[in-house]
């Protein structure tokens, strides 16, 4: 298989044909708050090492053809040190991007909210301390 593109494309151009060879899959860059818009994605390289794992905030979608003649479709979330599994949906058909855009979207903002509260806690405990 050719070497994907290392740019950001429309998430929905690559649905119908598995990960490419050396990809773990794509890391959802921006993300529509439309319900089926559009998502836009980089490739993510496949890991070389254990510690090759999602950066805090990143959410990646991989996909392989199932068993039903759809694709199986995974996402995964780095929160901080870890990596999980947020969801997974087997068989799906067609443009299945439309499918999991609310998840992704939600997921994403989230996280975005979670870790402004967090970095805003961080922020109260350390002007306490000094006080």
């Given at each position: ?7 950001l494309?429309p ?21 529509s ?30 996909w392989?053809p ?9 996402a995964?979330l ?21 499918t ?5 979207y ?6 975005s ?5 967090t ?7 350390t ?5």
């Open positions: 298989m050719a070497q994907p593109t290392t740019g494309f998430l929905r151009k690559a649905v119908h044909r598995p990960v490419p060879d050396g990809c773990r899959g794509a890391r959802v860059r921006e993300v708050p439309v319900p089926g818009d559009i998502l836009r994605a980089t490739w993510y390289p496949a890991p070389t090492s254990r510690r090759d794992r999602l950066v805090p905030g990143a959410l990646l979608l991989s392989a199932g068993s039903s003649g759809g694709m199986d479709v995974t995964r780095g929160p901080n040190n870890l990596e999980v599994t947020l969801a997974t949906w087997p068989g799906l058909h067609d443009d299945w991007s439309t999991v855009h609310p998840t992704v939600e997921v994403l903002g989230l996280h909210g979670l870790r402004f509260a970095d805003a806690l961080d922020l109260a405990r002007v306490a301390t000094r006080a």
